[in-house]
């Protein structure tokens, strides 16, 4: 029997908690809970502390850009507890034995460990990669095979299990909850019908799956272990499974109620509890898991005798031509083909361009307005570096709380993280900043402008770095995340793009000093088209992004 494993805390080189103190603003978070349709204040179980649990991935295959949405989204979201002042424990879990893990295995001639610790690699390479934190803790399923007997065992000692066995009494592997026992089954998903649905919320039940569309559902197959006529109650789910002919003999465990290995769900709430204890703050995970997943999970663990999370977040899904993104249905894109095209900060942003809660269409067109998005900001930060004479320290960055930041950006945040609202702030505060760079040649008081300019340029790298996409912060600084440029240096891309530009300023100069102003116009109006401003001033003109 495996030993519990205890793994490491990893969250050592994420941003730290901005604050000694929670600020002001905390008090003005609401965020939005799957079990009550509402969006509803935010109070912490613990003052100044916040534990969140979100599922991670099923360690099978490659991750595509559907896995790593909500990675980027609960990053998020556990960014903005920090610069809020809470103090975060973030758990992540990875499950590495599973059925489809064990049937790729062996149709590809591996170990079932040695597939699933390639691909856990792959995953951990593609969140750096992306600049989502590493977790607190990131337990793997098969490190605490005893934290899940030992709640099954609570389970069944309950009278909300029980074990299957054989004409001769004994016992199978196979261990089921026993869903008529528990009378609030289906209080997540609103199969109870307790709850008011808002317009958002109807959108989620229509295209998440749930017991009311128990037919066939393509993007949640049952599993096979579910279907056992031993069942007492079609509803019932598996906490343990026995195991198939094909299952290797390493991939089953001896238990009181037979060899066998966990149920999915099982999974989840013993490290939940293992590494959160009691009730804790948040459970996360992407909308498809809503039912069975955490239905299951929420059902089993209270039927234990713990408490649940406090509040259920469920990100939307990325679609493609309006489908879920998803191996199954053959449009999933993986990251290392999506990174091949575009820089990792352009990724990031398309990925955390809508709130969690949206539906996000990937498209060409989403990687251009990120990549727009992109030449505006690195635009602005180097060019208010240059007229300050330094860009402000990231320690700097990371230090300035809630309360320093511009209302707009902590309203949006507040407002069930709404990082439409938020992004909407940044690119406010940028044109600021422009405005401000444009006339500072022509203030006397040039010593005070500087400090304006200054304030706006930390602003908005705070903004950016609660968002995960302070350009001049890791993994971007480095230059190892997709060429995005680091801390006093160009971008080829820019430095090719100013080069241009300079030699059409210097040709409307020309035309100016000449007095051919048709042509100095028509090179103005050019650029202008193309999306570029031009200020003039005594020192001559300059350009920027519009």
């Not at 996000?360 to 060019?383: C, G, K």
């Not at 600021?432 to 300019?453: H, I, M, P, Q, Y």
């Not at 650029?527 to 519009?546: H, K, V």
């Amino acid at each position: 029997m495996t030993n519990t494993q205890e793994p490491q805390n990893t969250n050592t080189s994420g941003t730290a908690d901005v604050a000694g103190a929670v600020a002001g603003a905390a008090a003005g978070l609401k965020l939005y809970d799957t079990a009550s349709h509402t969006v509803s204040n935010f109070t912490p179980l613990k003052p100044g502390q916040v534990g969140i649990y979100v599922c991670g991935a099923t360690v099978q295959s490659s991750p595509h850009i559907g896995h790593i949405r909500a990675a980027v989204a609960f990053d998020v979201v556990r960014r903005w507890f920090q610069r809020l002042g809470y103090k975060v424990t973030f758990v992540r879990n990875v499950t590495d034995i599973d059925d489809k893990i064990l049937d790729k295995a062996a149709t590809a001639g591996q170990q079932w460990w040695e597939r699933a610790y390639i691909y856990e690699r792959e995953f951990t390479e593609a969140y750096d990669t992306l600049g989502v934190e590493p977790p607190t803790y990131e337990p793997r399923a098969t490190g605490h095979m005893i934290d899940m007997i030992d709640l099954i065992k609570r389970i069944i000692d309950n009278g909300h299990g029980y074990v299957v066995t054989d004409e001769n009494g004994n016992p199978t592997g196979n261990v089921y909850f026993d869903v008529a026992s528990w009378p609030h089954y289906g209080e997540l998903t609103h199969q109870k019908q307790t709850a008011v649905s808002d317009e958002a919320s109807k959108v989620t039940d229509a295209m998440g799956p749930s017991v009311d569309n128990a037919d066939d559902d393509k993007y949640n197959p049952v599993d096979p272990a579910d279907m056992s006529p031993d069942k007492h109650d079609p509803r019932d789910f598996a906490l343990w499974k026995a195991p198939k002919d094909s299952d290797p003999l390493d991939a089953r465990w001896n238990t009181p109620f037979g060899t066998g290995r966990p149920g999915w769900h099982i999974e989840c709430s013993a490290m939940s509890h293992r590494y959160l204890k009691d009730m804790f703050d948040i459970h996360g995970g992407g909308l498809d898991l809503r039912f069975p997943h955490h239905e299951n999970e929420m059902a089993q663990t209270r039927a234990a005798g713990y408490d649940s999370a406090a509040r259920w977040m469920h990100s939307a899904w990325v679609t493609a031509k309006g489908e879920k993104m998803s191996k199954s249905l053959g449009n999933g894109l993986s990251v290392p083909a999506v990174l091949a095209e575009n820089s990792a900060w352009v990724v990031r942003y398309a990925l955390g361009s809508v709130q969690y809660r949206s539906m996000l269409e990937w498209s060409d067109q989403t990687l251009a307005e990120a990549q727009s998005a992109y030449d505006r900001v690195a635009n602005f930060i180097e060019r208010a570096g240059a007229a300050v004479g330094e860009q402000p320290s990231h320690d700097e960055i990371a230090a300035i709380s809630a309360d320093a930041l511009p209302v707009d950006f902590v309203a949006a945040m507040n407002d069930d993280i709404n990082v439409s609202g938020a992004t909407a702030a940044i690119f406010t505060a940028i044109r600021s900043g422009n405005t401000l760079l444009s006339k500072l040649a022509d203030r006397a008081d040039s010593d005070a402008a500087k400090a304006e300019v200054r304030a706006v340029l930390v602003n908005v790298r705070a903004m950016l770095d609660t968002l995960g996409l302070d350009p001049l912060a890791e993994p971007w600084v480095s230059g190892s995340a997709g060429g995005v440029a680091g801390a006093g240096a160009d971008s080829a891309e820019h430095e090719a793009l100013d080069r241009l530009i300079s030699e059409q300023l210097s040709e409307r100069a020309e035309a100016r000093k000449s007095k051919d102003f048709a042509r100095a116009d028509a090179i103005r109006d050019a650029l202008n088209a193309a999306g570029i401003a031009i200020e003039d001033g005594p020192q001559g003109s300059t350009w920027s992004l519009q």
